[in-house]
């Protein structure tokens, strides 16, 4: 043997060796020791758990029937939410919120004190002050105001809570979007559907519970993590229907295939799935079996209640639908449809509200004043049609969208926007609730004489989620789940009820 | 000034406990072989120990002094210290000269015990004496109500079952016999009424005068708001009934029945009889304050597997909600299981095409039934009648139904209905003013709304 065979051997022999070491029981328990002692430790402690924790509100998760309905800690207000966003961020400068005094103020520079120390999305320098491009009037026996772009919805006002200093701290599109639906600007958060599902399920069990609806022809710029399910089992992420076509694409069984044999065949693969549980106890396998059951209900009840052309044509012609297009309209009707079969929560994301005026489709007075077109009849009629069939007490709807817009007028890169527009606004922004418990023709919060910043009754996301939250039946503060050794809350470590506005 | 430094004495005596616990553990530790290199530094660890000590001491006393605190508690914490201060002195002396382990090891492991004790009794001071073990009670009272249950609300004493719990379980740790800051006692009657520092604790017959109120309805983070921030709050119904106690003469001896009860405390006091926490009573007003028995869970499977989803409509109730959405059939069968369930039913949503007059007949002693929807069913004006005893209802939803104005005849005996849904039904513009009179509380939709074609719903506006 030369001396580099034998070499050779002995590094494969040292090899074997250490690979036995690694394997032995000796081995095991002296490196896992720590490891072992450790886990003691920790069922130990976990259970005198209570010596520490506060009480949290319990949820029965049920892997083998993940939607079945639950009950609230208190009894709740609302059974089901409808949430309209405005993706882009509407001005509440041309809607809701108005600022006469911007009027003297047109045209001028704006003052410094508005601008040290503070930093926007797009203006550089010394932008212009820009006055309300529309005009306003006060609505109904509350005497709210609202502006001529929205002339329907100016006779729902005695049915709306509206919140008139809303503030953010981000002013960025996706990051804003992300904060309001999921509580962190970040990613990786459950969005507030899948709270609400997995902590009331879903009173028909044919359905998804959490449906998700977008148009504007573009979703929003946080992209589907804000339907997403975060840390929680991934059965309570928002389902995104179509208005146009299948509503759940492949939801058709292919020709050739018939019901019996879909049956069949899912029951063989439930069976399979079934043994795999009995081996590994995996509960997301049970959470795959219910998936798959449910699939299998929802191709009959599905592509009924998602087709909205058997209304009849009073109700298109009341929320303004566009037959066999995506629309806002349409998805509007399909949210009232969807509520009424028990969905808990209807998601609807309208994008191109963006209004910087950098081109004609983007400015205030052209493109806001079409978007507003689009929206104005059919949100009338959702509210006006929840009326009618007692379905609006016990459903809560939310109209925003995720900042505001500046009293300035955007001059991007210091040179002014060649269409009216306003830039992203953080400070202070509109958002309004109806039904579900909340008071009727009622403001909450004010902002300055130029709607810069919220002067009383200031609100922000973790604030509106604890609300929603309240008037489902929960307590945002002990409605956790256990993720990464800690409990998580949707609204995190703040939030508070915003109590002036519930009923 | 003295008591300026009286107050650092909370955080030197960390100091003594640390290094006294160290010296003796070196102590023991320096027994064996492996650690008898720590001899040379045992020594400076006692001193410095007991020099600490006796700065603890004379802070501590300086803070006694200070006034808030009384009673057996502190003088047993304070001999305690001192025993701890001069007995490391001694300690520290003998160690260089006396070389028995036994009598080293003795000494330190008293020391050991004596610092513990000292240390508990400060913490009782500052924490309450029950702040330790208070998590392993039950029903601790930490985030629940700090009065207890009442079995018999109107026939118990206001103030010995409802303010004095209340007292004691959110005021006593710092005002009562071991300790009373702001010279305040809360623990009897008479110092109750002598009030603190401020004086005007409590002012009869005028709650807004009396500081106890005006401290507990500061803001949160005012300085002077009581219970302090840290320590659990009272809760909104615990407010009230202190308020109506104080507004109603704070009498010690009258029993609740003996005080007029406005509305709210009438739903208060029902709470205390069930014992549930003032957070979920204001919101849970929705739920008959009679509680019912919980229905068998194979009753309620059973419903799941005829598609039907019943469940409690909050986890402190065993009241119900149905709804029958996806029932696959209304046989008799189904019938029968709603009538096992109809004490329980609170809501009940039948909405549903295989519904009519025959179902009805089901839901004819739900006698608790607040809420009732009907919508897009077969029912006629002869299947009403089986609600007509259904006096709790309070929204009725007949959307879509063959009902006439013949039928909402038999709903006249229903005086806590409020809002009646009548939307494409049988019933006319004529019909309405009848209906009115039948039912002059019930706010009455018949729908069919429009919403106007305007220019604006079909133009666009188009760039210059």
Redesign the interface.
């Known amino acids: 043997m030369t001396r580099d065979e034998l070499n050779a051997h002995r590094l494969i022999k040292e090899a074997h060796e250490a690979n036995a070491r690694l394997h032995s029981r000796r081995h095991f328990l002296k490196e896992s020791a720590m490891g072992l002692g450790a886990l003691a430790m920790g069922s130990l402690l976990g259970s005198c758990g209570n010596l520490f924790s506060s009480p949290q509100t319990k949820i029965a998760y049920d892997p083998a029937h993940p939607l079945l309905p639950k009950s609230p800690p208190i009894v709740g207000k609302a059974r089901s939410v409808i949430y309209l966003h405005m993706a882009g961020a509407p001005s509440q400068l041309e809607l809701f919120d108005f600022k006469p005094e911007l009027m003297k103020m047109d045209g001028q520079d704006c003052p410094p004190s508005l601008l040290a120390g503070k930093k926007f999305a797009f203006i550089t320098g010394v932008p212009k002050m820009l006055r309300p491009q529309a005009n306003f009037a006060r609505y109904g026996q509350s005497g709210a105001l609202v502006s001529d772009n929205l002339p329907h919805f100016s006779t729902m006002v005695d049915e709306v809570s509206f919140l008139k200093a809303v503030k953010t701290d981000q002013f960025n599109h996706a990051p804003a979007q992300l904060l309001v639906h999921t509580g962190s600007p970040r990613l990786g958060r459950p969005s507030m559907g899948s709270w609400v599902t997995y902590g009331l399920g879903s009173e028909n069990q044919n359905l998804p519970g959490y449906v998700v609806l977008t148009s504007g022809g573009s979703f929003p710029d946080a992209g589907k993590s804000v339907w997403g399910s975060g840390f929680l089992p991934s059965v309570y992420q928002g389902v995104q229907c179509r208005s146009e076509g299948d509503p759940v694409l492949f939801i058709k069984d292919p020709d050739g295939m018939s019901r019996d044999l879909r049956k069949a065949s899912i029951e063989a693969i439930n069976k399979a799935n079934e043994q795999q549980y009995q081996e590994y106890n995996d509960p997301e396998i049970l959470s795959r079996i219910a998936q798959y059951e449910m699939a299998y209900r929802m191709q009959i009840s599905a592509p009924e209640v998602m087709n909205i052309n058997d209304e009849p044509a009073y109700i298109h012609e009341m929320y303004g639908t566009q037959p066999g297009k995506a629309c806002f309209a349409n998805n509007v009707l399909l949210a009232r449809k969807l509520v009424e079969k028990g969905v808990r929560y209807v998601q609807l994301f309208d994008w191109g509200w963006d209004a910087h005026g950098d081109n004609p489709n983007n400015s205030l007075n052209i493109g806001l004043k079409n978007k507003c077109r689009t929206i104005d009849r059919p949100i009338t009629a959702l509210l006006l049609d929840l009326k009618q069939r007692g379905l609006l007490e016990e459903t809560l709807v939310v109209w925003g969208g995720e900042f505001g817009r500046t009293p300035m007028m955007e001059n991007r890169n210091g040179i002014q926007n060649p269409f009216k527009g306003r830039d992203h606004h953080t400070e202070a922004f509109t958002i309004w609730m109806a039904g579900g418990g909340v008071k009727k023709g009622f403001t909450h919060g004010e902002t300055d004489e130029i709607g810069y910043s919220a002067v009383s009754g200031k609100v922000d996301a973790f604030d509106i989620q604890a609300t929603i939250l309240n008037q489902l039946g929960f307590d945002h503060e002990q409605f956790t789940y256990p993720f990464q050794g800690r409990p998580f809350r949707l609204t995190d470590v703040a939030g508070k009820v915003i109590s002036e506005i519930v009923a | 000034m003295l008591e300026f430094f009286g107050r650092f004495h909370p955080v030197f005596v960390h100091l003594p406990i640390g290094i006294l616990l160290l010296g003796c553990i070196c102590i023991l530790l320096s027994f064996t072989a492996k650690f008898i290199n720590l001899k040379p530094a045992i020594p400076i660890m006692l001193l410095l120990g007991a020099l600490s000590a006796v700065v603890s001491c004379i802070t501590g006393y300086l803070l006694a002094n200070g006034g808030d605190y009384d009673g057996k508690l502190v003088s047993n914490h304070q001999w305690m210290g001192i025993s701890v201060a001069v007995l490391s002195f001694i300690l520290w002396i003998i160690y260089q000269k006396v070389k028995t382990n036994a009598i080293l090891g003795t000494i330190a492991a008293v020391l050991i015990v004596l610092i513990s004790i000292t240390g508990h009794l400060g913490g009782s001071l500052t924490h309450g004496s029950d702040y330790l073990t208070a ?2 009670k039950s029903g601790s009272t ?3 109500s700090a009065i207890p249950p009442i079995p018999n609300v109107q026939e118990a004493f206001v103030y010995q079952n409802a303010i004095q719990p209340l007292f004691q379980n959110r005021c006593y740790s710092c005002h009562s016999s071991e300790k009373q800051k702001g010279k305040l006692r809360l623990d009897q009657e008479a110092y109750i009424l002598k009030g603190g520092e401020d004086g005007h604790t409590i002012v009869k017959g005028k709650a807004d005068d009396s500081e106890l109120m005006k401290r507990i309805l500061l803001p949160l983070n005012d300085e002077d708001h009581m219970a302090p921030k840290e320590k659990p709050q009272l809760t909104n119904n615990e407010i009230a009934l202190l308020k109506w106690w104080i507004d109603n003469g704070a009498d010690f001896k009258k029993k609740f029945k003996d005080l007029p009860q406005p509305e709210n405390i009438k739903t208060i006091l029902a709470s205390l009889q069930k014992g549930e926490s003032g ?2 009573q204001i ?2 007003s ?2 008959p304050t009679e509680e019912v028995t919980a229905v068998d869970n194979k009753v309620l499977k059973k419903f ?1 597997d005829a ?1 039907i ?1 019943v ?7 065993n009241y119900l ?1 149905a ?1 029958f ?2 029932a696959q059939s209304m046989g008799k069968d189904v019938l029968d299981l709603i009538k096992s369930i109809e004490k329980q039913l609170l809501w009940l ?1 039948l ?1 549903s095409n295989k519904v009519n007059d025959q179902t009805l007949t089901a839901i004819k002693d739900c006698k608790n039934l607040t809420r009732l ?1 009907l ?1 897009n069913t077969q029912i006629t004006d002869a299947g009403l009648v089986s609600l007509k005893d259904l006096d709790q209802l309070q ?1 009725l ?1 007949l ?1 879509g139904t063959k009902i006439t104005a013949k039928g909402i005849n038999h709903l006249k005996k229903l005086k806590n209905l409020k ?1 009646l ?1 009548v ?1 494409q039904t049988g019933i006319t513009k004529a019909d309405l003013a009848g209906i009115k009179k039948l039912l002059p509380k019930v706010s009455l ?7 106007p ?2 220019a ?2 079909t ?5 210059p």
Not at chain 2, 311 to 317: C, E, I, K, S, Y
């Open positions: 998590p392993l930490k985030g629940g957070a979920e919101k849970a929705d739920i799941t598609g989803t469940f409690p409509v909050a986890q402190n109730t909600s709804n959405i996806n949503k909405e929807n919508n929204s939803s959307v809002f849904y939307y939709d018949t729908g069919n709304y429009k919403v074609m305007i604006q719903d133009t666009v506006v188009k760039a």
